[in-house]
């Protein structure tokens, strides 16, 4: 009897899984220093580059927006492997996600999923950049399937405001997860590449896009010549880019955002609204608080799509099936 309700047990137990529910301390029993070990790595990673808190937040962005939370976009199986997708150009911290991954190999066997290592890696680096801590809920299955076409409709800098709100919504995710969502540019850099349309050729036959403060534009050309090293990298939040703040918020409505698609929140009464939020005219001790609804929205990304019980795997190394 004890082992048919034993077994009874488990079974419930997967059916919760694949019904797709996480849960805080999935772990603590199987792995219980899963959670101390990634951050140990994420916390050396980024003593050793604090540009790591953004490109480790930005590993779990575009992996749960293409095909859910499931760990594809770490897949390096050739040429028209996920990661390779154009969308996904300047992606990083593979090797902080292995090197995590190796080390809970070692300790408890074929027990963590890569899916979850980047929500825990992402949610350490947040808190490393001074942005607000909070738990993740884990128990995500790894994927099983990884190809560049799937991410062809990644949120991209040159989207209209109308894009990049349906492509949320094709998400779950609202206007507002959007902006709060935007808001991750507060720490991190990028590339002259994602600058030239915006600074020379926003109009046919030439021209910068008026929305740019008329301070900032030139400083944006005497850092991104014309014909100049599209590799260059630039803080997207000028001001504050090693701080998980809001000032990106403040930037954009100011008109100091670098990057086009962070510019376009401005452009929407809705999203515009839902920044000025955060700044209201006086100070109204019971406004709503920006960490605390970046935490709402972030949490409920990493529960884009994820697989959960048998509807995944648990790879033993991320970048192969």
């Known amino acids: 009897m004890a082992l048919v309700l034993a077994l009874a047990f488990v079974f ?96 408890c066997q074929g027990v963590v999923s890569c899916a979850d290592i980047v929500a825990l890696a992402a949610r350490d680096a947040i808190a490393l950049a001074g942005g607000p801590a909070y738990e993740v809920g884990t128990g995500r299955r790894d994927g099983v399937v990884s190809n560049m076409s799937l991410a062809d409709n990644m949120p991209d800098v040159s989207d209209s405001i109308q894009q990049l709100k349906a492509k949320f919504m094709r998400k779950g995710l609202t206007e507002k997860d959007l902006v709060l969502l935007t808001a991750a540019h507060t720490i991190g850099t990028t590339a002259c590449f994602f600058l030239t349309r915006r600074l020379y050729n926003f109009f046919p036959g030439g021209g910068s896009d008026p929305s740019i403060n008329p301070n900032l534009l030139p400083q944006l050309k005497q850092r991104c010549p014309q014909n100049g090293d599209i590799n260059v990298r630039l803080p ?30 401005n452009e929407d009464a809705m999203t515009r609204s839902i920044m000025d939020s955060y700044f209201p005219l006086f100070n109204i001790p019971f406004g709503p608080s920006f960490e605390a609804d970046f935490i709402e929205s972030i949490l409920k990304m990493g529960q884009i799509s994820v697989k959960t019980g048998f509807q995944g795997v648990i790879r033993r190394n991320c970048g192969r099936f």
């Open 12 to 107: 419930l137990v997967g059916l919760s899984q694949a019904d797709g529910q996480l849960m805080v301390g999935f772990y603590g029993e199987t792995c219980p220093e899963a959670e101390s070990i990634v951050r140990t790595v994420v916390r050396d990673a980024f003593l050793s580059d604090a540009n790591t808190a953004a490109v480790l937040l930005r590993l779990h962005f575009h992996d749960c927006f293409v095909q859910g939370c499931d760990g594809s976009i770490l897949i390096e199986d050739g040429a028209n492997a996920e990661r390779h997708a154009f969308g996904h150009q300047g992606v990083g911290g593979f090797e902080v996600i292995e090197k995590a991954k190796s080390q809970l190999e070692a300790a």
């Open 236 to 265: 997207i939040d000028e001001g504050s880019e090693q701080i998980f703040d809001l000032h990106i918020l403040q930037n954009i409505r100011n008109g100091f955002a670098v990057l086009e698609s962070d510019a376009k929140l």
